[in-house]
Structures are given as C-alpha cells and as structure tokens.
C-alpha cells in the first residue's frame, strides 16, 4: 500500500510518500481501508519527535473508512461497512480498561503516537476501535470528529463538569478542540465567550453558537471577559493553548472557577502566583483524551445532528507535507484532512 512515513524527525520534509508491505491482521482485528485521515496538533509534536516513536513511523490519530475484512475472533461488522476508528490504544484488560477509564490505562496511547496510524491506505485495528457511522455522514467529516470531539466531551463533561447555564471561555475558536467545545458548551445552554486572530473566525464561531468573541490580536481577554461578564468572570476556562494564554486565563475566572486544559500549543512551561490560586478557590484540571464510553455519547449527539463537525481543507495523501505546512500556518477553521 501507499503511506506517509517518517524515518527522521523534522520538519514538514521529513514526510515520506512511499510504499509499504500492507497490514497483517491478526483475528481479532479488524482491516479498514482509510478513506479519509484528518490531521491534528499532535501530528507536528510527533513529527517533531516524542519518546516512544519509533521509525519509520506512520502518522495520523482521525481515521474514516471502509471495512475491507473481519478476522475470525471479531463478530458483530461486516465488510463493506462504513466506520470511523476511537483514535487511541488500551490494554482493553487492566482494571482501568475494564472500569471505563482507558485513557487512565498503562499502556494508553494515540492511534499515530507510539503506534502507527492513518497517514495510509490500510490499517489494522482491535475490534473495539471501530465505530460504525451513518450512511449521511461524509468521510471526511467522520475523519474530523474523534480525538477533538472526545477531547472537548472529556473537557468539559467529565473533568469541569458543566452545569446548564454556566459561562465558558473557550479559547481558539477555529482549532478542532475550540470548535468541538463551543458546540457542547451551548448543548448545556452555556453562555460561551471565545477568541481568534481575525473577525473571519470569530464570525464562524458566532454561527457555532459562540455568543461573544474576542480577538485576541487586538484585546486583551482578560479584560474583554470581564466587560462581557460584568466584571464576574467565566466559570470555566477551556485551555489548549499554553504559555500565550495562561496568564489571562487565569484572569479571565471568577473565584471558584475552573481551567481545564489538554494541550500546550504555544509551549508547556507556565507560572503564577500561588496565593492568586488558593485564595480565589480555582480548579487547574489535566485532562487527556476521553474514554471509549465518552466517545459513544459525544458521537450519538453527532449523529442526532445536536454537534456538527467543521472541515476546513483537503489534500490528497501524498500532499501530507503541504497539509502540515498548511496545519503550521494556523490559518484554518476546521480540520485539515488527508484523502489516501
Ligand atoms: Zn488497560
């Protein structure tokens, strides 16, 4: 089959069209031919190079398909059928697995982390990964919804526990995470504040449902925050964003609010002043991935209609180097997808 690997780490040259023996599926696996892999964050980080790649190695977590064969221990799929993949790997035996909690599991991982993903014509998965879909839902968008869906459902269900009405700060209205937040904080009637860089995106979040947007070019969020909530402040703050924003997120919270955070985009390392944390009472939240069953729920509104996906582009799977230089100038609203 056809693939993009990486044999070094590097820069957006690094990846490799190329041809590669197909997948072996074992018999509990199932065989997907990938009709559509979206690209995130993660990608450029493991591009990059994180401990526990190893080379060459196949990128991409998002992966939509076709069910090409059923191995002999798997029931319940055929092939033919259409299916998007949870895009992460888990013991499926250890106490956290069988308790629910697969992202709390040992040997967890992203599908396109430490394990090869959707950068491909073909992939191997275990049952348990693959998600059939409606016949109205296009590839593409199927390939947009898992890791980011899962994420912002993890967020703000699961770790902040949202409750009807509450105000939300999401920052990056056009990032996977930002779009996939917006939505789920207005299905719990929220009041959602979010920024952007240009009017054009914040524009399109105002018809995700966002109720405010700030450019975070031109005002400061903080201080917009508190205009916008009457000088109260959010209670929750989505973060993803890192070293560039902490510090106003941090502001942007009324005393007993909560930041959630899942990623460090402009960089990991923050500091603040303790006495700021303990005596306004917040919450700093970790929060990774989500669980297998977090990722049923969040898909079940999709497919009602009550959260919708946002592509942004395509490329083909040999244009993967151009996706990446496209994904690194952060100019799309939506999700980036390859088409093998
Ligand atoms: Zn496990």
Request: proline share 5%; glycine share 10%; with cysteine.
């Amino acid at each position: 089959m056809k693939a993009v690997r990486i044999h070094e780490f590097g820069g957006p040259e690094v990846l490799r069209y190329e041809d590669v023996p197909d997948p072996e599926p074992r018999r509990d696996q199932v065989l997907v031919r990938v009709k559509a892999c979206a690209l995130n964050h993660l990608d450029i980080w493991v591009r990059k190079g994180l401990p526990g790649v190893t080379l060459p190695h196949i990128l991409g977590s998002d992966i939509a398909g076709e069910i090409v064969s059923v191995g002999e221990y798997v029931t319940g799929f055929t092939p033919g059928q259409r299916v998007l993949l949870a895009p992460m790997h888990f013991c499926n035996r250890c106490a956290k697995c069988v308790a629910g909690l697969q992202n709390q599991c040992r040997e967890f991982t992203v599908l396109g982390n430490a394990v090869d993903g959707g950068y491909c014509e073909l992939i191997a998965v275990p049952a348990v990964n693959v998600i059939p879909i409606p016949d109205s839902l296009e590839f593409d968008h199927a390939a947009s919804l898992p890791l980011v869906f899962l994420t912002a459902w993890h967020m703000l269900v699961a770790r902040a526990v949202i409750r009807l009405g509450q105000t939300v700060l999401v920052l990056g209205a056009g990032s996977g995470v930002g779009i996939a937040a917006i939505q789920i904080a207005k299905m719990f009637h929220a009041r959602v504040i979010t920024t952007a860089g240009d009017e054009k995106k914040l524009e399109k979040a105002r018809t995700l449902g966002a109720d405010y947007g700030i450019n975070h070019y031109q005002q400061k969020i903080s201080q917009e925050v508190r205009k916008i909530t009457n000088k109260e402040g959010v209670d929750i703050v989505v973060e993803h964003v890192g070293v560039a924003t902490w510090e106003e997120s941090m502001k942007s919270l009324k005393p007993g609010g909560t930041i959630v955070t899942c990623g460090a985009t402009t960089g990991p390392n923050v500091s603040f002043d303790l006495r700021f944390l303990f005596s306004r009472q917040l919450n700093l939240l970790g929060s990774y991935m989500g669980t297998m069953g977090e990722l049923h729920d969040v898909l079940g509104h999709v497919f009602a209609g009550r959260l919708k996906p946002v592509v942004d582009r395509t490329f083909p799977l040999k244009g993967a180097r151009a996706a990446h230089e496209y994904l690194e100038a952060s100019q799309m609203f939506g999700k980036v997808v390859l088409n093998p």
